[in-house]
């Protein structure tokens, strides 16, 4: 991997972990101050709001700044969420804060993969920025837990400052002091990214001029053969995932009769399968490949529904690790995949953002259903089983689609994968 790559794991794993720490937190801020149950699937809401209304604008926006830069802007903009959250601020509105801090940051992540190294090398380098996600969604979702939790809460209260009174007072706040650290550290690695020799893109247009472009490079990258078929998997299984953090909270509770910190450790079972399963993907699988793992996505569906079966601690960890590693498996090569089209197509930034904005509205619009059917009752039994039958009717259709594509655009498929194949600038 070419100098800076790891500067850029670096910044993306302690952003990333301070980002899923927070929404323990926030879950539990929410449960404490008793607010209505609807808030806690909400919170998914919140955060997917600005990736879905900004994404006409971030994407240009990262591909106009150095995207070093791009990320160090945007950790400072999660920072001010936190703030928010720390003094008083309504959790969803602070969180959405956040949300916009993360939606401008993910153009910038992913899309200098694509100026920093060659195509060759895009399944590998994802499977590594996925796995580190990972592994900071394992490490954040269980230090957020801990944070609030009956052990190292109290030892952080007892901290306290000579002569000052810092108004910390509960395990939650105490809690968003150490994440503002952990944004502190991520923006140090921000300043140190390195500037790639791509031309950057003045932001020479309007907001009208700007949200046709985005409709434009939309359009383009779904009527291309496999860029359609790679930016629906990704959809549907971020569209998923980005719920399935959200719900395992409520169903660990139902099942398992489990607290906000003893969920957050079991959530954390999850991402251990998606690491593995990105890992070995990032060893075995190539880019003109990438297609092949499609089945994978309807054996993931079935797997969810088969959650609600079980009510044993050691059954509920290999089942949640099996899980994890077919999403894992599934998502690198078909992101590696969009990433390649997309850079093919437009801007690395904008084929970014456009892939965002799908997924986003994915995991926008299953969160409002989600968090609708709980104001009116809807066990998170119910919700899991209607999440693994989406999943599974999702990706049966798309699979099928893609065999449509073979066969009814059969050269036009080829001269695609031949270019993933060959193209090794």
């Not at 993360?102 to 100026?115: D, R, V, W």
């Not at 007892?158 to 150490?178: C, K, S, Y």
Request: charged residues 10%; aromatic residues 8%.
């Amino acid at each position: 991997m070419k100098k800076g790559f790891h500067t850029i794991m670096s910044a993306q794993f302690f952003s990333s972990l301070a980002d899923n720490a927070l929404t323990v937190a926030a879950i539990e801020l929410l449960r404490t101050s008793q607010a209505p149950a609807w808030h806690v699937p909400a919170l998914a809401v919140m955060f997917a709001l600005f990736y879905v209304l900004l994404a006409p604008f971030v994407g240009a926006f990262a591909d106009a700044i150095p995207k070093g830069r791009v990320m160090f802007i945007s950790n400072t903009i999660k920072v001010a969420g936190c703030l928010m959250m720390l003094l008083g601020g309504h959790p969803l509105l602070a969180y959405a804060v956040v949300g916009l801090g993360a939606a401008a940051y993910s153009p910038a992540k992913y899309g200098i993969l694509t100026e920093l190294l060659p195509p060759s090398q895009l399944v590998k380098a994802n499977g590594w920025i996925e796995g580190l996600t990972i592994l900071s969604i394992i490490a954040g979702t269980v230090l957020g837990g801990q944070l609030v939790g009956p052990r190292l809460a109290p030892w952080l209260l007892g901290w306290d400052l000579p002569a000052m009174e810092t108004g910390i007072d509960t395990a939650v706040e105490a809690a968003i002091v150490v994440l503002l650290l952990l944004y502190g550290v991520a923006a140090v690695f921000n300043l140190f990214i390195p500037r790639t020799e791509a031309p950057l893109q003045p932001l020479t247009l309007g907001p009208g001029q700007l949200l046709a472009d985005f409709s434009q490079c939309n359009a383009r990258l779904w009527n291309d053969k496999l860029g359609q078929i790679s930016l629906a998997t990704t959809t549907m299984f971020w569209g998923v995932g980005g719920n399935m953090r959200i719900i395992v909270f409520p169903w660990a509770a139902a099942a398992l009769g489990y607290s906000t910190t003893q969920a957050s450790s079991l959530a954390g079972v999850v991402s251990i399968g998606v690491a593995v399963g990105a890992v070995v993907a990032s060893m075995r699988m190539r880019l003109d490949r990438a297609t092949s793992v499609i089945p994978l996505g309807v054996v993931m569906g079935v797997l969810l529904i088969g959650l609600n079966a079980i009510r044993d601690l050691w059954v509920a960890v290999p089942f949640l690790i099996l899980l994890g590693a077919a999403g894992g498996y599934l998502v690198v090569p078909m992101n590696a995949l969009l990433q390649h089209r997309g850079h093919n197509l437009m801007g690395a930034g904008r084929s970014i953002a456009v892939q965002n904005f799908n997924e986003q509205a994915c995991i926008l619009g299953l969160a409002a259903f989600y968090t609708g059917m709980t104001k009116f009752g809807l066990s998170a039994f119910a919700a899991i089983a209607l999440f693994g039958l989406l999943v599974s009717g999702t990706m049966a259709l798309i699979w099928r689609w893609h065999a449509r594509n073979c066969v009814q655009h059969r050269d036009e498929v080829e001269r695609l994968l031949a270019i993933a194949r060959t193209d090794r600038h």
